[in-house]
């Protein structure tokens, strides 16, 4: 079941003028970086109120995030992403009614979570990516 809006990603070009300019110019703070190998992604995690705002940015040029920037070289609002607890389960009950994903299986993701993400078109165009986390992550947001 969909527990929470878990994060808004936005693909970046530069990633550290991006960090700068959303902890310096908005007041956000810098919460960490990851590298998510599988996803060919470098990601910034600024927490908001409940929520957080993850800066993606392609690894070694490559990717999903990439492809996005060749479309839109100023970047912009990449997906929606909400927390489950059940997965396999809310993939299923999706899948039963009609959704399509972007891929067969769900991948890893940042903070050890488990990821898929449902086709845009969908969603009025919104790349959705549902996530759940191993039982052990806390986070505070």
Same mark, same amino acid.
């Given at each position: 079941? =969909? =527990?929470r809006l878990d994060h808004i990603a936005v693909a970046v070009p530069n990633l550290s003028d991006s960090i700068r300019r959303f902890c310096e110019d908005l007041g956000l703070t810098l919460a960490g970086r990851e590298d998510v &190998?599988?996803?060919l992604t470098s990601t910034a995690f600024?927490? &908001?109120? %409940?929520? @957080?705002?993850e800066l993606v940015h392609p690894l070694d040029g490559q990717?999903? =995030? !990439?492809?996005?920037?060749e479309k839109k070289p !100023? %970047? %912009?609002l990449h997906h929606l992403?909400? +927390?489950?607890? $059940?997965? $396999?389960?809310? &993939? +299923? @009950?999706?899948r039963g009614l009609g959704y399509a994903f972007t891929s067969e299986q769900p991948s890893p993701g940042a903070h050890g979570a488990r990821? =898929?993400?449902?086709?845009? @078109?969908?969603f009025d165009g919104v790349l959705i990516e549902l996530a759940q986390y191993p039982a052990d992550h806390s986070e505070s947001l």
């Open positions: 079941m =969909i =527990i &190998v599988s996803a600024l927490p &908001v109120s %409940g929520t @957080r705002i990717g999903p =995030i !990439q492809k996005f920037l !100023q %970047g %912009g992403c909400f +927390a489950t607890d $059940d997965l $396999d389960g809310d &993939v +299923a @009950r999706l990821v =898929i993400f449902l086709h845009p @078109r969908g």
